[in-house]
């Protein structure tokens, strides 16, 4: 799953955007979901894209290859509100674990920016959960870009993923869009949708408890941006936290270079303490002045 940010100034908003936009406050009242088949809602999926993340993103699913993989094994999802339409899909393959199990591999999910916040993407991946499930499976990967701090909640703290992989510009250096001039470096995770660790997750339960925090986060003495000061790499705690900004959006709105250097100051760090046998289990948004993983050692899923 690619990140889902709102373009700042999106080239193009298809008509079910401007729709729901004059629906006031995003809510998922109505909201109806169901695996689509038809070339015609894949084309209404390539649209979404568009809107989300730009027209010229590195971002951009066909509706030749949803549905070759429909025929094949993969869950394309949409989302609906009455009179609006689809609002928001996400998209699975199925794939092989590294002992030769079976898995789904979830490239992306989209949500109309004028229903973002709405629940829409959590009750997508409910879906997903429920499909891969009937299917046999017990688990389900994706990327995402560890800088977006609503992503990481939503996997990491509501659905109960795990990550121990880092891979440094997995999709390239896009020129457009909205990862255009950053680094495409992305957290593997793994959700072990059968695990009661996941189940326990679901259900609000099972937080990690807060660790020793790895880096300080200050503000720019001219800007107020938020700057990685300094951090400790050699911290041997069992549970640590990793802390980033709450919006890497408005960085790089202002400060592009300032994102840059968050992208590389979390590539180092993660790509680290991963080396050490930690683990990201969690993160938090509430009860701190920035967000942050939890990282553990020796955690199963």
Known sequence: MLDQNRAPDPPEVPAVAAVAGQMGRPTNAGLHLRLLT???EYADCERLQACVWGAEDVVRVTPLVLTTAHHNGGLV???????????????????LTANGGCKQCSVL???DPAFQG???GYRLKLAQREETLAQGMDLITWTFDPLVSRNAFLNLAKLGCVSSEYIENCYGMPERGLNAGLATDR???EWWIRSPRVERRLRGEGMPV????????VPHPRSGLPVNGSYDLERS??????EIPEDIGAIKRADMGLARAWRYDLRHLFQTYFSHGYRITGFERAG??????VLQREVKA
């Open 38 to 40: 038809t070339m015609d």
């Open 77 to 95: 999802i949409g989302a609906f509100v009455p009179e609006v339409g689809l609002i928001g899909f996400v998209f699975s393959f199925p794939g």
């Open 109 to 111: 999910m989209a949500v």
């Open 118 to 120: 709405s629940g829409t």
């Open 187 to 189: 957290l593997a995770v």
């Open 210 to 217: 807060r660790g020793a925090v790895v880096n300080q986060v």
């Open 237 to 242: 705690e069992p549970v640590l936290r990793i």
């Open 288 to 293: 701190a002045s920035h967000p942050g993983f």
